[in-house]
């Protein structure tokens, strides 16, 4: 670990960014000048001023993705900042860039207040055709998102809540073939670990797509109405989730449980609470860097299809399985913002780019490098974003 902490800051003092601006227009004598920028520069101005929709077809709005952050919930970090976390956000503009062509370009905003991050956001929106909040910590990520949806016509996409649900939806399709529960979809026991900004948009894409009955579970143990300590969107969830109201810690609730999905912290899940679930048991465990527990302990304890973060291990929830597609698939038909649905057509067709025959216990998500990836969640956002009637093109 050392030798790796040490060749990334030795990397990332070398690169002094991962991105930069090239000109997509020659500047290389007075002709060149006038027609890129002033005097031909105005007849795209006013063009644009008669029709503002021609920003798409004059500018380069049409391709470029604002990646924000506050800095309060970076990585695994926690509250770091703006600054510290612009790393992070250089990463993602680059992974835009490599896998989707998408130009993506970095903000960090100093404020913690809401109202001012999401007037900031809608002051600049003009400039973007997708807006990629990430690493803003919960409850406040979904205020800020719903009033920026309100606000901007453009897509607004909170990629550590959405990402990370339509990754593990998709893993989830996938485990439930390989472990034979296909006939009991709807009637499925599945427990949640962690309640935050992921844990939350997971549970809402589990229960939209029909798996069964979630338990969502925080450091008090199970989320239920009128718990205690649940926050204003953890009581908006228990009405939907938990319908015997359970009650209890994690190893309490997780008995009989066909799945597990872990987005808290190290070492939360045991092999005597995998021994307690259902046979043949589906085991998430995403907390980063060390999972809720590690494959080979929940391997052993019987669990047949297992899952992390983790690049090291088979079946890696990674968000750049969908944003890259996702936003691809919204610009290329100018739509207008990303529904429920388009989440679910993503999640299905990374799926699907399994083909079922191929299907085992430590394949159940495609690689990230897989070329089909991108290709097929364009494909599948931007056609429910035609039968929406979203797409402006």
């Keep these: 670990m050392a030798d790796k902490r040490e060749i990334a800051l030795q990397k990332h003092r070398e690169w002094q960014g991962k991105i930069e601006v090239i000109s997509r227009a020659p500047v290389n004598n007075k002709e060149e000048l006038s027609i890129a920028y002033t005097p031909g520069v105005a007849e795209p101005c006013l063009e644009i001023n008669k029709d503002e929709s021609l920003a798409y077809e004059y500018t380069r709005k049409g391709n470029l993705v604002a990646v924000i952050t506050d800095g309060t919930a970076v990585l695994g970090l926690g509250d770091i900042g703006p600054s510290a976390g612009m790393p992070v956000m250089e990463g993602k503009c680059a992974l835009f860039k490599r896998f989707a062509g998408v130009d993506a370009f970095p903000i960090c905003v100093d404020s913690k207040d809401p109202k001012v991050i999401v007037d900031t956001i809608v002051n600049i929106s003009k400039s973007f055709g997708g807006i990629n909040l990430e690493d803003i910590s919960a409850p406040r990520c979904f205020e800020i998102e719903r009033e920026l949806i309100e606000r901007c016509d453009i897509p607004v996409f909170h990629d550590d809540q959405h990402g990370t ?74 009405k939907v989730t938990n319908k015997d109201n359970l009650q209890g810690k994690l190893a309490d609730v997780i ?18 609470m995998i021994r307690s679930m259902a046979k043949d048991p589906i085991v998430f465990a995403m907390a980063n860097p060390t999972p809720e527990i590690m494959p080979q302990e929940a391997l052993e304890a019987g669990a047949a299809v297992v899952g992390t973060g983790r690049s090291d291990f088979p079946n890696q929830v990674n968000n ?74």
């Design 320 to 393: 750049v399985l969908a944003f890259p597609g996702i936003f691809r698939g919204v610009l290329d038909v100018r739509a207008s913002r990303i529904t429920d649905s388009m989440k679910e057509a993503a999640a299905r067709a990374i799926a699907a780019v399994i083909p079922e025959e191929e299907l085992r216990a430590d394949y159940v998500l495609p690689d990230a490098f897989n070329p089909a990836v991108v290709d097929a969640v364009a494909k599948a956002v931007a056609e429910e974003a035609v039968r929406l009637g979203l797409a402006r093109v």
């Design 165 to 238: 649900a339509i990754i593990a939806a998709a893993a989830l399709l996938n485990a439930v073939k390989v472990t034979g529960r296909q006939e009991r979809m709807g009637n499925l026991k599945i427990v949640i670990n962690g309640a935050g900004a992921a844990g939350i948009s997971i549970a809402k894409m589990v229960n939209q797509i029909g798996f069964g009955d979630i338990i969502l579970c925080d450091k008090d143990g199970a989320v239920y109405e009128g718990a205690p300590s649940n926050n204003s969107e953890q009581e908006r969830m228990a």
């Design 255 to 272: 008995k009989d449980a066909d799945i597990f999905v872990g987005v808290s912290r190290p070492n939360m899940l045991t092999k005597d």
